[in-house]
């Protein structure tokens, strides 16, 4: 039986048509994939289902129901949750408070009644298998138990249907196979679940069903299990899709980047060369200590022991002023907290590094400032109408283009990309590996930390696996392969050699 009917949906912003009578459906008790590529009409779609944007055109029915003028109030009243990529929980809140938000349950003189409602946010967590206190802050969350939070919250509200919108972004292996029997048990208790994700893997191991979009048009559906993922992504990218070799070997120049016995928050007794025009991938479990690794390199936090030199010269530990100054720059995992300003513009989300590095020259010269843009622009291959627009008008790929150009025009020439692929769609994660190559044979200096082996043999010349905050090994190119990269993030390489 389909819970979900959507016909002949359209929609136009200003005159651009971004939905093209796209049609979709939702079966009772199932996991449906919507794929595409940022910018095919995946958000707008289920924006409409949600009540934030209104449809030119098309009929929507829920549970047999026609559904006009949809409202976000109308549609949660209706039994349809979102939960989104950007968590919408309030961190100074504690999580029986988030989850009964204008749901509060009262007394019998108005008063709140606080034992009631942690003893029924108790209740729905031990339904969930799901490890959460109701008292504890939601701040004090890790992003994983967030996540779920989200869940319990649209459980509670009892939605019939759950929009998952890249749940899995933030989370490790672990994490995500939690999440993913949590779907599984409430599919088995009828709910069904519309789940927006780039990660084939995911796709394969949770949907029953797929539908893709391309340029706001409806393009296939059909049964996961007589799909291919080289068949689906090349629906989704259409036949522009090659699934061709990036990696270019280059000559390398000298190390320029060197670390020994380097320790500090999260990582300990690094000893590692990185000459210039390498390309060097970083990786392990999520915590190992990569990421944490660069945070010191870059001056976020401070080095407790070893040496750190750059271009042949300690550096000062714990000062991102310094490290911008010896010409590193870093791309940081979390581009919505870290990154992108959503209150500037393009131009200004671009330049703002490079006048935070150059104090003494405080006056912006607008037109200098949008010849820089607009060669970034070139090079990057930005999809953007005006330099003025807000930077949160563009799509995750070409928003994390944008953040690399801003460290770009501050001629970094050395660059630290923590997870610079996250949350973009097939097409502009390849401009990126693209991207990695040429600033590589320009001669810069690039290290990519990734939880994405396929990236790493990609792109990398080296890779280096880290486990519990130390180095286990440093692979050449042509011995990077997931198996042995697995058995090294996970030890179990040296599990193997002890039993011999």
Known sequence: ????????????????????????????????????????????????????????????????KAMENISVKSAGEA??????????????????????????????????????????AQELFTRLGVDIDPNEMVGNLETSRKQLLEIAKALHAEAKLFILDEPTT???????????????????????????SHKMPEIFALADRYTILRNGKFISAGNISEASPEGITKQMVGEGYVNQEVYESRPLGEPILEMENLSGPGFHDVSLSVRQGEVLGFTGLKGAGSSDLMQAIFGVTSISGGTLKVWGKPAVSGTIHKAMKNKIAMLAANRKENSVIPEMTLIENTYIAEHCLSNRHQHIHKKQELGKYDR?????????????????????????????GRWLNTEAEILLLDNPTQGIDVGAK???????????????????????????????????????GSIQDVLEREEIT????????????AVQAEQG
């Open 430 to 468: 390849a401009e990126i590996y693209k991207l990695i190559q040429d600033l590589a044979k320009q001669g810069k200096t690039i290290i990519v930390n990734t939880l994405e082996i396929p990236e790493i043999q990609k792109v990398a010349d080296r890779c280096v696996v880290f486990y519990h």
């Open 1 to 64: 039986m389909k819970i979900l009917q959507m016909n002949d949906i359209s929609k136009q912003f200003f005159g651009v048509t971004v939905l093209d009578h796209v049609s979709f459906d939702v079966e009772e008790g199932e996991v449906h994939a919507l794929l595409g590529e940022n910018g095919a009409g995946k958000s707008t779609l289920m924006n409409i289902l949600g009540g934030v944007h209104q449809r030119d055109g098309g009929s929507v029915e829920f549970c047999g």
């Open 170 to 196: 933030a989370l490790n292996n672990e994490e995500i196979e939690h999440m993913f029997g949590i779907v599984r048990r409430l599919k088995a208790e009828g709910k069904s679940f519309i789940f927006i």
């Open 79 to 120: 039994g349809i949750a979102f939960v989104h990529q950007e968590l919408n929980v309030i961190n100074d809140l504690k999580v029986y408070e988030n989850l009964f938000l204008n749901q509060e349950i009262l007394g019998k003189l108005r008063h709140l009644n606080k034992k009631e409602m942690i003893r029924q």
């Open 482 to 493: 997931e198996a042995k990269v697995m058995l090294l993030a996970t030890n179990a390489a």
């Open 376 to 404: 970034l622009k070139q090079l990057l291959n930005i999809k953007a109408e005006s330099p003025n627009d807000l930077i949160v008008s563009l799509s995750g790929g070409n928003q994390q283009k944008v953040i690399l």
